[in-house]
């Protein structure tokens, strides 16, 4: 069983262009979460979806950041008109439905740099 | 919202020694108490997790004791080794709250030799 996918691994985008990070859950998993993590600081909850809906966004910037999770297909996170305090690292997690103590499997993160 | 603290942001020991980790966090609705172990450049990777209606619990050299009254809980390794060498994060999720975490800020450990 693969765990949670993540790509890019690293991605490199010049101020004011999009990134898009994708991420597949593990198999069986229908719910993802993701989560920035500043250099030498902790997660910080963004978004939390389940197949074709938002659950809770609370943590997401409201302009320049979506995401979204298709019927088919990887979660994407996408940051439009990127600027350098969003260099960062994307970590995705998945679980297996909405029980209160579900274990959240990480990805291996997207790090990315705004030049 | 969840605010967690961690305490302390770095910690060296000598190998064979213990080291503890302290967290506080502010929701009394929080009721589930995970501990990740984050090596430079990997993922967070799930060590040992509490919840709200128990007070202790252990996995081999690794154990978490949680105090609901005054809100606080500690991971505690035992016989540390240099490959426990990583960064410790608490997280804390609240209930009805969805199914996101809060997590400390970390703890950078360091076993040496």
């Known amino acids: 069983n693969a765990g949670v996918m993540q790509n890019p691994r690293h991605l490199v985008r010049r101020r004011g262009q999009e990134a898009r990070l994708r991420c597949s859950p593990m198999?069986?998993?229908?719910?993802v979460y993701w989560y920035r993590q500043l250099p030498e600081e902790g997660l910080k909850f963004m978004v939390y979806?389940?197949?074709?809906?938002?659950?809770?966004e609370s943590g997401m910037p409201k302009e320049r950041f979506s995401a979204e999770f298709p019927k088919e297909g990887p979660s994407i996170l996408r940051i439009q008109q990127v600027v350098r305090g969003d260099s960062a690292a994307y970590f995705c997690?998945?679980?297996?439905?909405?029980?209160?103590?579900?274990?959240?499997?990480f990805g291996p993160g997207t790090r990315l740099t705004v030049l | 919202g969840e605010n967690v603290e961690q305490h302390p942001s770095t910690l060296s020991v000598q190998e064979g020694d213990s080291a503890v980790i302290k967290c506080t966090y502010s929701?009394?609705?929080?009721?589930?108490f995970p501990w990740y172990k984050q090596e430079l450049g990997k993922r967070p990777q799930l060590i040992i997790d509490i919840r709200s209606n128990v007070g202790e619990k252990k996995d081999q050299r690794i154990a978490v004791t949680l105090n609901k009254t005054a809100k606080h809980f500690s991971l505690h390794i035992t016989e540390t080794q240099p490959e426990d060498s990583a960064v410790y994060f608490c997280a804390a999720r609240v209930t009805g709250g969805g199914n996101k975490l809060t997590f400390g800020t970390g703890t950078q450990l360091k076993v040496e030799l």
């Open positions: 198999k069986g998993h229908s719910h």
């Open positions: 929701d009394s609705a929080s009721n589930y």
């Open positions: 997690a998945s679980s297996p439905s909405q029980g209160q103590y579900n274990e959240q499997f």
């Open positions: 979806l389940q197949k074709e809906n938002i659950i809770d």
